[in-house]
């Protein structure tokens, strides 16, 4: 059974950081491009962040570019987003998601692209 489970999230002031992990089991973590997203209470799902299916491609949303970083780790199942000089606005829960292609193109922001989530995992970020 396919099955993509978040972890790492918390409470956690202004200016700190977190490593968020997506382990995935019931696929080969090497045939699908990963995305991260993330969804305030009464806001939409927004996308994050994005990495290929060997992770020699990445993409992030403008607003946490510079702070935040996707890295995967196949051998693993596991992909990470190292999170840093977080704010009160990175608060949401994040959850990642899979999509079968190999390679990533204008469609990663867009929730409806991928083929399975995670349940999410909440991060708060305040003083």
């Known amino acids: 059974q396919l099955q993509l489970v978040e972890s790492g999230g918390g409470l956690v002031q202004p200016g700190g950081s977190l490593r968020l992990s997506c382990a995935v089991s019931?696929?080969?973590?090497?045939?699908?491009?990963i995305g991260w997203f993330r969804q305030a209470p009464g806001k939409e799902r927004e996308a994050v962040s994005c990495?290929?299916?060997?992770?020699?491609?990445?993409n992030y949303a403008d607003s946490v570019k510079g702070r935040f970083t996707i890295s995967r780790d196949n051998r693993k199942n596991t992909v990470y987003l190292q999170m840093s000089s977080l704010k009160p606005e990175d608060t949401a829960v994040y959850y990642c998601?899979?999509?079968?292609?190999?390679?990533?193109?204008?469609?990663?922001?867009?929730?409806?692209?991928?083929?399975?989530w995670g349940r999410g995992t909440q991060v708060t970020v305040s003083s």
């Open positions: 998601a899979a999509d079968r292609r190999l390679f990533v193109g204008n469609w990663w922001p867009n929730p409806s692209e991928y083929d399975y």
């Open positions: 990495i290929s299916s060997t992770g020699g491609s990445t």
């Open positions: 019931g696929f080969t973590l090497g045939s699908f491009s």
